[in-house]
């Protein structure tokens, strides 16, 4: 298999959903310049996530230049099952999200850029709730950031020194 097979397979993997599409207009003598940012996450729906902001004068050039960034992004978020190890409130800016962990059935209780954060996570079972800023971009960064300091059962365990029982 050649390398670049490899990538393309690799890439291949994930999922990607575009969250949040802006545009902005520059006004010159000719008339107004349009262009684009588009908020994008990628995920394999089973720990690893990733997003990514695109900036262009097209919004599909946007998406693709988000898409490469999402891709180099990727995080590992450890689960518990179908949901996550602890509760955590975490901040970036002027957005606030709390994430609870939460029982079988639950399903994913969350809006707009965490529910897609989450769900490309592959967390299946989990009650969330963004607080201050609306932007979904420093949602999404705050989401990241809650999801960075999540630390499993072992991972806590093997820092200390203890053994897992």
Same mark, same amino acid.
């Given at each position: 298999m050649a390398k670049q097979d490899y990538k393309e397979?690799? =890439?291949s993997d994930f999922e990607e959903t575009v969250v949040h599409i802006n545009r902005n207009s520059k006004v010159v003598k000719g008339g107004r310049n349009f262009s684009f940012s588009a908020l994008v996450v990628c995920g394999d729906g089973n720990g690893k996530v990733g997003y990514g902001f /695109?900036? @262009?004068?097209e919004v599909a050039d946007a998406i693709r230049k988000g898409s490469e960034a999402a891709r180099k992004n990727i995080i590992t978020v450890p689960l518990k099952g179908r949901t996550l190890p602890h509760e955590v409130n975490c901040k970036f800016k002027g957005a606030k999200v709390m994430v609870k962990p939460a029982s079988? &059935?639950? &399903?994913?209780? =969350? /809006? /707009? /850029?965490?529910? =897609?954060?989450?769900?490309? @996570? &592959? +967390?299946?079972d989990v009650l969330a709730k963004s607080l201050g800023s609306a932007n979904? +971009?420093?949602? +999404?960064? =705050? %989401?990241? %950031?809650?999801l960075q300091s999540m630390r499993s059962k072992e991972q806590i365990f093997a820092k200390r020194g203890i053994s897992a029982k």
């Open positions: 397979k690799v =890439a /695109g900036k @262009a004068n079988d &059935g639950t &399903g994913l209780i =969350a /809006g /707009g /850029g965490m529910r =897609a954060v989450l769900e490309l @996570a &592959g +967390v299946r979904q +971009v420093n949602v +999404v960064k =705050a %989401t990241f %950031t809650a």
